[in-house]
């Protein structure tokens, strides 16, 4: 149980500072709400691929952007509609979910999956 829950701070930690990393690179500036996303989201990534090893790379980048997505929706709707904190708004984009998901996103969310899916394999031996 230690070492489970010291792992999932590290895979958390990964995740967190690497989504802030993408998020900056990707807009020029990224909000703190953006690492705890990013942190339970490459944890969940990591759950899920780690036991779904024999599934193709769509498959993985498939539910992989499934999660991604829910977790930024979910987050959205707290942090920009329930807090009114404004940290983003895809309410230009088309097809989009009150502004906090849309298509374009998901379908980036999974071509982000492919590397993602050959990173946790790497990392499954360290973490397992």
Partial sequence: MKKRLKND???????GLSYA???ILWRGYTHWTMIITGGICFVLLFRVFSRITHAKLWQKCAAGAAIITAI?????CIVNLWLQMDVW?????PLNLFGQVCLLYTFLWALLCIPVAYLVQAM????H
Avoid: H, N, Q, V
Wanted: glycine share 12%; net charge negative.
């Fill in 89 to 93: 708004d895809y309410s230009f984009l």
């Fill in 124 to 127: 499954g031996k360290r973490f």
């Fill in 72 to 76: 930024e929706f979910a987050a959205g």
């Fill in 21 to 23: 990393l993408i998020e």
């Fill in 9 to 15: 701070i590290a895979i958390f930690t990964i995740g």
